[in-house]
């Protein structure tokens, strides 16, 4: 089942840990509550208010825009991606929804290349398809080879990074790294034994710093990864009963609010 109802933001200031060697863990249960404002953790905040030339009833939460080079990339469930400059207005769609050659069926991960625009979305069968700034159709190519349920995924250092939901037994990698037409640079084992849960949720991606970070809701050690494309740990997620189970449950849905889920993460410089 896809985790949809829980939401928590956790913003981490990794510069104001100590000066040691430990890593920074984070434990909801020794949290004390307490309001952060967006001006804590940003410099600069601005609201944007999208036109109305074309309807995004369908935006889903779950799925957050993607803001590069002043435009805003936007999945909608209906029309599938959308781009609007900066300020709102609307630019166009990428492709379009359908079976047909250079359509897509899912297109809620995507990601784009900074420098040229180029918009890499994955598709149902681990099909990305690739288009231009303009929403134009390039090419298609399969990462069904390398097997497992793909994740996410993130354009990085002019390569293509993902990640795989790791709750299926099928699933070989913690992640991959491949060239924009599939072929593998570079691979991660699993990090856990096979398992099974009721819980369809995945992790998450951002960069900072120029380092990629990414986690899972099923492990403990959230990865950074660098330019040269070694890894390394970052900071640590505590174990307790409140972590999703690596097993299959009975009456998961009622039972959905003993567990912690990861939505974002934020990571920022205590001033």
Do not use: H
Not at 148 to 176: A, P, R, V
């Amino acid at each position: 089942m896809k985790v949809k109802n829980i939401l928590i933001f956790l913003v981490l200031s990794m510069s104001c840990k100590e000066n040691n060697n430990e890593f920074y863990v984070f434990n909801p249960e020794e949290i004390e509550e307490k309001e952060i404002s967006l001006s804590d953790i940003a410099d600069d905040i601005t609201y944007v208010q999208f036109d109305n030339s074309i309807p995004i009833d369908g935006t889903n939460p779950n799925f957050a825009p993607i803001y590069v080079n002043n435009k805003i990339y936007l999945f909608e469930n209906e029309t599938g991606i959308l781009t609007f400059r900066g300020d709102g207005k609307f630019l166009n769609k990428v492709g379009k929804y359908g079976r047909g050659p250079g359509e897509y069926i899912r297109g809620s991960e995507f990601t784009v290349d900074e420098k040229t625009g180029t918009l890499y979305v994955c598709d149902f069968g681990n099909i990305v398809k690739v288009f231009s700034v303009a929403g134009e159709f390039l090419r298609d190519f399969s990462l069904n080879k390398y097997g497992g349920s793909i994740d996410e995924i993130q354009f990085y250092n002019d390569c293509l990074f993902i990640t795989y939901n790791l709750q299926y037994q099928y699933s070989k990698y913690d992640w991959i790294l491949s060239d924009t037409l599939g072929k593998l640079l570079k691979k991660k084992d699993r990090s856990l034994p096979l398992f099974k849960s009721n819980y369809l949720a995945g992790g998450g991606i951002y960069i900072y710093n120029n380092n990629l970070v990414y986690w899972n809701q099923f492990l403990d050690t959230v990865y950074s990864i660098n330019l040269d494309f070694s890894y390394r740990a970052n900071f640590i997620l505590s174990p307790g009963n409140y972590r999703l189970p690596k097993s299959y449950i009975d009456n998961p849905l009622g039972k959905l609010t003993q567990y912690m889920t990861l939505e974002q993460i934020f990571e920022t410089k205590c001033v």
